[in-house]
Every structure is written in structure tokens, then in C-alpha cells.
């Protein structure tokens, strides 16, 4: 019946969840849904847990939960639908969840907005020369120094920026970019000359991409057709002086090759992800003045992780009235999805 209050279970890391729910938020979830806000699954072993999920018509998830397959849904005879309050669900919901048919919906367009906000930030301040400004204002400190005619070539006017991938964060990238003074080059094997003007970018390839861009920003999904796409020889078709900017995932870089370009000093680089994950402690490209390295955290940080919170429980909201979910998840796009 629309309105209804279905039965709900938190499943995620139990240490994340004041994180993901303030007290506004618990309040607006128990408005739509029947949900113990103290009980929280990290596994689906416990038997309070086990009580819960055999009377759970709705999985309200986040990072750290627990892989729902095939016995854990035998637990859960009454499951209809997981509302993931992050991005990808590629590594807990199973094909045991498709092919019983539970709905599944994800705030990856939530998350989607400040990697795009950062990748934004960090195109023009690329351009404008920024790090390298920082370096060498520190180097010089007070004394008289020619900025315009050191930095002649920095600024964003007419600048070429290549985006690889029309994913949900790429595609937001080319809208929040658009009123700026820049040339738009697009790559993503999946979209045609039409649809990429539509959006104002010019289509091209790969390698055409990697020649004329001054920043190239990677959002394509970690597949393996995509691993090492910016190998060592793309890496070479790129400009002197060019910014590689990665928000994506690490695999999509040939690691050491970025590595050799960015020690020689040829290229700059942005990068919130690498390969592995954290870099070892020797890595040269904590120190490199022409890298900007953070740690993952260009998707929701701190108060961003509310925006995923509210925009899972609109979906909880949106099945207790008996709508569809706005932002589903179907088994058809897994393929081609981060």
C-alpha cells in the first residue's frame, strides 16, 4: 500500500554510519521506513541481525556492507530491494540479487557531483599554473620576479581540455565546464559526433584526445578493456607542460610509465587515485612539485557523505509510496559502470 512504513535493515561498516546519518537524517528515514537506527549490519551473522534481515523488505546500504548472495538471501525471504547510499554496487550485490529480481538504486549521481566539482577546480587551477606558481613564489620569496613573462604560456583562455569517458561524473564535468573559454574534446567509444556536440564538446579519438589537450581528465569505469588506456605511448602524444588529472581509478594508467614522464618533469599531474591504491612509502610522486596527489577523496567527503544520505532516503521514500526508483540500478549497465 502506498505510504507504508516497509521493514528496513542498515547494512554497512557500523562505524561509518553517524557518518552517513546525522539526527535530521535518522529522523527523515523513520518518517518512510520501519528501521532500528541502532542496529546496524556489518555481516549478516548475528542474531539480531538474522531477525532483522528475515523481516527486512528494504536493505538501506553503505560502504562496508556485507555481500549479499545467494544464502544471504535465503535469510531474507522478504527482500524486495537494496537502496545503496553510495556509488557502485558491483561488489556486494551479487547475481543472486538479479536474478531474484531485487531492486536495486544507488546515489553514484550524488557522488557523482563533487568528483566532478573537484575535477573543475582542478582543470583551471592546472591551467593557470598553480602548483608551479606555489613552488616557485616560495623559491624566490620576496624577491623582484617577472610573473607574466615566467608564466606567458599559464591561463585558461582557449585552453583544450579532453575529457576520456562520458560517464555520469564526465558528462557533469563538460556541463560545469561549458561556460568557461575552453575547447571541449570528448572520447567515449559509446557516443556519437551528435550527442557529444549536443552536450558542447567535439568527439575524437583517443590518441587525437591525449595530442591536443592541455589537461586530460580520465572518467572512464575501471574495466578490463579500460586498464592502462593512458599506456606509455599515449602518455608521449601529450604536450609538454600537459596536466594529467585522474578522479577515476588508478588502472586506467600505465602507473610506471606516469611515473617516468612525471620524474622527467615533461608532464604535471593530478591524481586522487593511483595503483596501488595508497602509493608505497618511497614513491617519488609524494615530493614532485608537479603533482598534486590526494588520497581519494575527490568523491563525498565529510558533509558530502549527507547529499548520498538524503539522496537514498528520497529512494526509500519513493518505494514506501510505491514509485519507482528514481536512480536505478539496472543488471544490463553493470558492464559498462565503475
Same mark, same amino acid.
Given at each position: 500500500m502506498p505510504g507504508r512504513r516497509p521493514r528496513t535493515l542498515l547494512a554497512m561498516d557500523p562505524e561509518l554510519l553517524p557518518r552517513l546519518l546525522d539526527g535530521p537524517a535518522s529522523q527523515?528515514?523513520?518518517? =518512510? !521506513?520501519?528501521?532500528?537506527?541502532a542496529l546496524v549490519a556489518?555481516?549478516?551473522?548475528? #542474531? &539480531?541481525?538474522a531477525a532483522a534481515l528475515a523481516h527486512a523488505e528494504v536493505l538501506l546500504t553503505f560502504w562496508g556492507a556485507p555481500v549479499i548472495d545467494a544464502r544471504a538471501l535465503a535469510a531474507a525471504p522478504r527482500l524486495r530491494a537494496v537502496v545503496h547510499a553510495a %556509488?557502485? =554496487?558491483k561488489h556486494f550485490v551479487t547475481g543472486a540479487c538479479w536474478e531474484r529480481g531485487i531492486l536495486v538504486s544507488s546515489a553514484a549521481r550524488a557522488n557523482a557531483l563533487p568528483v566532478a566539482e573537484y575535477t573543475v577546480a582542478m582543470v583551471l587551477l592546472s591551467n593557470k599554473r598553480v602548483l608551479q606558481l606555489r613552488e616557485e613564489y616560495r623559491t624566490v620569496r620576496g624577491r623582484p620576479h617577472d610573473w607574466h613573462l615566467r608564466y606567458?604560456?599559464? %591561463?585558461?583562455?582557449?585552453?583544450?581540455? /579532453?575529457i576520456v569517458g562520458a560517464s555520469r561524473i564526465g558528462r557533469r564535468v563538460v556541463e560545469l565546464l561549458r561556460p568557461y573559454d575552453l575547447d571541449l574534446v570528448l572520447y567515449d567509444p559509446y557516443v556519437t559526433d551528435s550527442? &557529444? /556536440?549536443?552536450? /558542447?564538446?567535439r568527439r575524437v579519438g583517443l590518441d587525437e584526445l591525449c595530442r591536443v589537450s592541455d589537461v586530460v581528465s580520465l572518467h572512464a569505469p575501471e574495466l578490463p578493456e579500460t586498464r592502462a588506456m593512458i599506456d606509455r605511448g599515449r602518455l608521449a602524444l601529450m604536450r609538454d607542460g600537459a596536466t594529467l588529472i585522474n578522479t577515476a581509478r588508478g588502472s586506467?594508467?600505465? %602507473?610506471? !610509465?606516469l611515473t617516468d614522464e612525471l620524474v622527467s618533469g615533461r608532464l604535471h599531474a593530478v591524481l586522487d587515485v593511483t595503483e596501488p591504491e595508497v602509493l608505497p612509502a618511497d614513491s617519488p610522486l609524494y615530493d614532485l #612539485?608537479?603533482?598534486?596527489?590526494?588520497?581519494? =577523496? !575527490? /568523491?563525498?567527503l565529510g558533509n558530502e557523505l549527507h547529499r548520498m544520505a538524503d539522496s537514498a532516503i528520497e529512494e526509500v521514500g519513493r518505494y514506501a509510496a510505491g514509485l519507482p526508483f528514481a536512480h536505478p540500478v539496472r543488471r544490463e549497465d553493470l !558492464?559498462?559502470?565503475?
Open positions: 527523515r528515514l523513520l518518517r =518512510v !521506513a520501519d528501521v532500528d537506527p556489518g555481516d549478516f551473522d548475528g #542474531p &539480531a541481525v %556509488g557502485s =554496487v606567458d604560456d599559464a %591561463g585558461n583562455y582557449r585552453r583544450t581540455v /579532453g550527442a &557529444a /556536440g549536443e552536450r /558542447g564538446a586506467l594508467v600505465d %602507473g610506471p !610509465a #612539485p608537479n603533482v598534486l596527489l590526494t588520497p581519494h =577523496v !575527490a /568523491g563525498s !558492464a559498462r559502470n565503475a
